[in-house]
């Protein structure tokens, strides 16, 4: 499952917003929650102004300044090699939550709120490997755009395709996130809707059904036409006996298929020995 990732806002041509987040960047996570900040606070042209004149006050710190908070918190996190304790990490967060990984989409409402200080990772959707979900809202176009990671091969899908960077010492090559889907600010998907479209449900393979298996039972000889009280011992054992006939994956049907059949034959009718 997807945790690492990005969310980023596009304004005037550039990238103003690029946050790296730890946790969640999947659709149903950090997706949703920026979905939503887009409907409540980007859903008309009002609200889009207010916005943008909120993030063309931020400001990318550098490493110098970065490393002065962490030492107002008693931390030298050039010479502790970035590695901080969790104490001083929430610290950290508590007081200067915009520059904190754990802030994730959260800093579209802290930037809506006047938060100016930022960091910069935005290349940080160049690795797919590491970065595996982007969530990108532009102004200027005014979409929401959606990002996959875990990009194994070359692809055209978004802008930030060309930015590949090559593997070192014969390592997997990784290419940057791939657009997976773009939303209209004015147009915005529902939630449910957003899910189908970014974590469609795994399609499962059904199991049979009471007549398929009856079927099987009349042709071997064992005639059952009709629901009768069963033990789920004996529905399982029915089941095996048409996946065998049908060249079908028992270990992969079997909990499907008796949550069928007993669906069909009647809850009451199928009992354990």
Same mark, same amino acid.
């Given at each position: 499952m997807r945790t690492r990732g990005l969310t980023a806002v596009i304004l005037d041509g550039k990238h103003r917003v690029a946050q790296y987040g730890q946790w969640d960047h &999947?659709?149903? $996570?950090? $997706?949703?929650?920026?979905?939503?900040?887009? !409907?409540k606070h980007l859903g008309s042209i009002k609200k889009r102004n207010k916005f943008k004149t909120a993030v063309r006050k931020t400001r990318f710190i550098d490493d110098a300044e970065y490393a002065?908070?962490? *030492?107002?918190v008693g931390v030298d996190i050039i010479a502790s090699d970035g590695l901080v304790s969790l104490a001083k990490s929430k610290e950290f967060c508590a007081r200067y939550p915009s520059l904190h990984r754990d802030t994730g989409s959260e800093i579209l409402t802290l930037v809506l709120n006047g938060e100016t200080r930022l960091q910069d990772?935005?290349?940080? *959707?160049?690795?797919?490997?590491?970065?595996?979900? @982007?969530?990108?809202? /532009?102004? /200027? !176009?005014? =979409? &929401?755009?959606?990002? /996959?990671?875990?990009?194994? @091969?070359?692809?055209?899908?978004? !802008?930030?395709?060309?930015?590949? =960077?090559? *593997?070192?010492? $014969?390592?997997?090559?990784? &290419?940057? @996130?791939k657009l997976a889907a773009s939303f209209k600010l004015s147009g915005l998907p529902s939630n449910e809707a957003f899910l189908e479209i970014l974590e469609?449900?795994?399609?499962?393979?059904?199991?049979?059904?009471?007549?398929?298996?009856?079927?099987?039972?009349?042709?071997?000889? !064992? *005639? =059952?036409?009709?629901?009768?009280?069963?033990? @789920?011992?004996d529905a399982l054992a029915m089941i095996r006996h048409y996946c065998d006939a049908h060249g079908l994956d028992y270990g992969k049907l079997s909990g499907a298929a008796t949550r069928l059949y007993r669906r069909q034959a009647g809850a009451d009718k199928l009992t354990s020995k």
């Open positions: &999947y659709p149903s $996570g950090q $997706g949703i929650d920026v979905l939503e900040f887009c !409907r002065k908070m962490y *030492a107002s990772s935005f290349d940080f *959707a160049s690795d797919s490997l590491f970065c595996e979900g @982007v969530f990108l809202i /532009d102004l /200027d !176009r005014e =979409i &929401y755009e959606v990002y /996959d990671g875990g990009q194994e @091969v070359p692809h055209n899908q978004g !802008r930030f395709a060309g930015n590949v =960077i090559k *593997a070192r010492n $014969g390592a997997v090559q990784y &290419y940057p @996130v469609p449900p795994e399609e499962v393979e059904q199991g049979p059904t009471f007549q398929e298996v009856a079927t099987v039972q009349i042709e071997s000889g !064992r *005639a =059952i036409n009709k629901p009768r009280e069963l033990h @789920v011992k």
